[in-house]
């Protein structure tokens, strides 16, 4: 079955710090794997997406993601957090069928930045 | 462009009452998608719709209900609404619907079912 696992449900990291969330998918043929980020109250963002070609794809905000098809991982980095990056962050695989397909959502990881 | 729109924003209903939301896509698409989101289920798939069909449906009973007009604007039904109806529904929007489209998603409607 198709999945998505997020690890940790919750992570605080001190301003300036580096992040690492993690996300590891189960999905049977080549994965279309997504990054969003959804702030309070607010919809969901797209961070960064991976279809194919270079496995250490770059996105908005400062955020990195790489494609790790041994790991089945697809892990979500930024080397410096800023207060503005705390937020609920959502790894999601594409699952597509034919003509039609939907997002696989994790369960999200909270972030939380210390001043 | 203007992003993805959703009204109401926000919502409270009774049990045993229906509701209607609204997704007005992003202009030019005209694959919609409605997701609800709750603190235990987290984001599930609810439907997609492209040029006034549903193509894909997700685990949903048959109290949600959905359609697609010529516009793209899309609406979502709830009958019979029940404690646990009480989500964030998410929609979002994409060209057409496909594997390698970036699916844009709007703010929300918060429903609470008292």
């Known amino acids: 079955a198709q999945s998505v696992t997020q690890p940790d449900i919750h992570i605080t990291v001190s301003e300036g710090a580096s992040l690492e969330l993690r996300c590891n998918y189960s999905y049977g043929a080549t994965p279309y794997l997504f990054w969003y980020v959804q702030s309070p109250g607010q919809g969901l963002q797209l961070l960064l997406k991976y279809f194919s070609g270079d496995t250490l794809v770059q996105g908005i905000k400062g955020f990195e993601a790489e494609f790790k098809r041994s790991q089945s991982s697809f892990n979500l980095r930024k080397p410096s957090v800023h207060w503005s990056d705390a937020a609920e962050y959502f790894c999601a695989v594409g699952a597509w069928s034919g003509n039609t397909g939907k997002l696989i959502f994790g369960q999200g990881t909270t972030l939380q930045v210390k001043p | 462009k203007a992003g993805v729109t959703q009204t109401p924003r926000y919502l409270i209903k009774t049990r045993g009452q229906q509701v209607t939301l609204s997704c007005s896509p992003i202009s030019g698409h005209r694959s919609v998608s409605w997701y609800q989101q709750t603190p235990g289920q987290g984001l599930q798939f609810l439907f997609e719709y492209f040029s006034e069909t549903q193509r894909n449906k997700g685990n949903f009973p048959g109290r949600f209900s959905g359609r697609q007009f010529s516009n793209s604007r899309s609406e979502m039904n709830v009958s019979t609404l029940e404690l646990g109806d009480s989500a964030l529904y998410l929609c979002?929007?994409?060209?057409?619907?496909?594997?390698?489209?970036?699916?844009?998603f709007g703010p929300g409607t918060r429903l609470l079912v008292l």
């Open positions: 979002a929007s994409s060209s057409a619907g496909t594997d390698q489209e970036t699916q844009y």
